[in-house]
């Protein structure tokens, strides 16, 4: 095992339960105090999780599992962004991010220029394609945990693990609904379309935190799990890469229009997501752990 490689992958896997343990206790003491059921099972259910996370974590034989559970704690933790903005969140930033995004796309935020495309029918193309975000990132998911042990499963989930703290860090730190909460007289919602479309604005209504908006992880995670599949179909005996990027493309396309058309996110937000990709998949590359780590 390449020791620079250990050495990163731990830090970073304990910066990240340490980011995963504020969230869930913050959260559990916002849900303790509100009347929803569902968020107190959900408090309960990702504390229960976190002592299980913390045993891999501190056991070497399930080193292996490590970049699997920090995923499977992160999703636990995020519903409850929702108690987190209700109890602790007393500013959001909104304002903030629309007029930056105004002052980048010459007047109007992104999300007001996807307005002139509004129809039916795209309405209910970017609907689906938002909708595969989960299957663009438990997919990949699912198949690297089963390759637990190789180099690029462990490339794989530090670069993963690295998206989320960001991730979860902007939204502490710049709290935001987005143009569709923040602004309902500017962006009205949801936008004209069928039943695909009314289908993802009733989950969305059910999975809203209104806090979890800078950066957008739609964005960025999926430009990741491109990348990292892009990256790695230039190397030999990975034709299953190829396949993977040219299918991921045609989904990243309608998901990332998706998250401003449909008035989520602002442009900046895309901006900076996509930043984050390409800075931890440069961070991959140029590294190269994964290279010199022992297949087990």
Known sequence: MNPAFTRTESRIGWIATVLIALVTVLGAIAAWRESDALLKLNAALACAFFFWMLRVMTREHLAAWRGTMLFAGFWLAFPL?????????????????????RALWGGL?????????????????????????????????????????????????????????FGFVGY??????????????????PPQGGAITQTLVDVVAQGATGMDVFPSLHC??????????????????????????????????PLILATVYLRYHY??????????????????????????????
């Open 109 to 165: 935020s992104l999300p007001e220029h996807a307005l002139r495309l509004e129809s039916f029918a795209l309405s209910e193309i970017v609907s689906f394609g938002y909708a595969q975000f989960y299957f663009l990132v438990l997919l990949p998911v699912c198949w690297f945990a089963r390759m637990r042990r190789t180099s690029e499963s462990r490339r794989f989930f530090l670069g993963l693990t690295i998206m989320y703290v």
């Open 220 to 253: 960025g995670l999926s430009l990741y799990v491109f990348g990292f599949f892009a990256g790695g179909a230039a190397l030999p005996g990975k034709r299953a890469y190829l396949a993977a990027a040219l299918i991921l493309a045609t989904i990243c396309a």
């Open 172 to 189: 502490l730190l710049v709290p935001a609904g987005g143009p569709f909460i923040a602004f309902p007289s500017i962006f009205p919602y």
């Open 267 to 296: 442009g900046i937000d895309l901006l900076v997501g996509a930043a984050l990709a390409a800075a931890t998949l440069l961070f991959l590359h140029q590294s190269r752990f994964g290279s010199r780590f022992h297949e087990q």
């Open 81 to 101: 962004f929702r108690a987190i903005r209700q109890f602790w969140i007393t500013r959001v930033f909104d304002a903030e991010l629309l007029g930056i995004d």
